[in-house]
């Protein structure tokens, strides 16, 4: 079977044609049936079943030839946009580093990985070289009226490009963008239902930070928010809160994966409790918990009756160790813990 040719989307231009709807009925405060209530009163985004293909392909793709286990990584931040034809959004704090290096660690211990990112945002691989100066020029040079790779750069660059290149060759990396929340949370449950067939060889790694409150279809403005709107010089903007799909994902949407959600907070009295109580509610397998401050240096898995912290020192930080490269294997343990235990 050749690997299927990737597509490009793209998630950042509103849909005119179809987000504005007024025959929706108005979307209700939150209740606990809602995760049905929002598919059934919001859209999905017109390029959903282009996605579904292309998600369907390289599943079926790797469970026919290469045998590989798979990761969805979820990366970025979901949007809120303010307006249909999106002047103003609310956005949602994450550079999409956690996602994207983590994605590179699995793709390096034999993994499929499907990368579910915000549009934008760092992507493994290119992530080396996109953010960290001011422009990827600044990894060039000219000799003899040419343009080159700045040698003291190339050798870096080298391994990362051959890492890239592995993952190109083996059709093991495939990039599905999103940009609002209601994109995510429809590919999230598209891309869920294609992965059923891969059962407790799939792992659902939930690194994405997810809105928790936007503005229904039914109450979008089309055009952009007008000064006049105002009352007193004060815009008031009703949000509601999405609801919570963890439970959706454990109990439907997914047969027999293992299920890692993540909980950011930014007080360290909070972490572990809202961690805990997080498994207890959803019953899936695993939550990654980490504090905004020191996400980069620690992070500590909670699972069934267990604790267990990964720490990286500041000198491994200062030599360029990733706390990733500690996580991941970690992931796969308990990855294999659970296809052992479903068998
Ligand atoms: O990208 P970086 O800059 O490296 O940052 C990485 C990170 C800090 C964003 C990442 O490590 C992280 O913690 N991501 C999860 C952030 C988040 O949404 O946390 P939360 O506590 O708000 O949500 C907890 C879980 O509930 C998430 O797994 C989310 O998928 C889920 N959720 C959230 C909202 C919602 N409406 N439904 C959900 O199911």
């Known amino acids: 079977m050749t690997p299927p040719h990737q597509k490009h989307f793209h998630t950042s231009n509103p849909e005119e044609a179809t987000a504005i709807n007024r025959s929706l009925p108005e979307f209700a405060a939150a209740q606990t049936t809602d995760e049905d209530e929002y598919f059934a009163n919001h859209q999905p985004p017109t390029y959903l079943p282009e996605i579904e293909e292309e998600v369907r392909g390289f599943v079926a793709f790797h469970q026919q030839t290469t045998g590989k286990r798979l990761a969805l990584v ?5 949007t809120v946009p303010l307006e249909n034809n999106t002047v103003r959004f609310i956005d949602n704090f994450s550079a999409g580093t956690r996602g994207a290096t983590s994605a590179e660690y699995f793709l390096e211990n034999g993994y499929a990985v499907i990368f579910l990112h915000r549009e934008f945002s760092l992507l493994p691989y290119s992530r080396h070289f996109s953010h960290s100066t001011n422009c990827f020029l600044d990894y060039m040079t000219e000799r003899d009226n040419k343009i080159e790779i700045d040698p003291k750069y190339s050798a870096e660059m080298l391994k990362v490009y051959r890492k890239y290149n ?49 503005i229904p279809q039914s109450r979008m403005p089309q055009h952009k928010i007008q000064s006049s709107a ?10 509601a809160a999405v609801p919570k799909f963890l439970s959706r994902l454990v109990d439907n949407w997914s047969l027999g994966a ?8 930014t007080d360290n009295n909070l972490l572990i409790k809202k961690a805990k109580s997080a498994l207890e509610r959803y019953h899936h397998q695993l939550v990654i918990g980490n504090l905004l401050q020191t996400r980069k ?47």
């Open 74 to 78: 979820t990366s970025g931040g979901t």
């Open 166 to 214: 592995e993952a190109q060759d083996s059709n093991s990396l495939l990039l599905i963008p999103y940009t609002t929340v209601n994109q995510y949370l429809y590919t999230l449950k598209t891309i869920s239902e294609a992965l059923k067939i891969y059962q407790n060889k799939a792992v659902f790694y939930l690194a994405a930070a997810v809105s928790d409150f936007f």
């Open 230 to 239: 105002t009352t007193d010089g004060e815009l008031v903007i009703r949000l």
């Open 258 to 265: 293992m299920i890692i959600s993540f909980k950011l907070e």
């Open 297 to 343: 240096k620690e992070v500590v898995f909670v699972s069934p009756g267990r604790e267990e912290w990964i720490r990286l020192s500041d000198e491994e930080i200062a030599n360029g160790k990733e706390i990733e490269s500690e996580m991941i294997p970690a992931v796969i343990k308990h990855h294999d813990d659970w296809i052992q235990a479903s068998k």
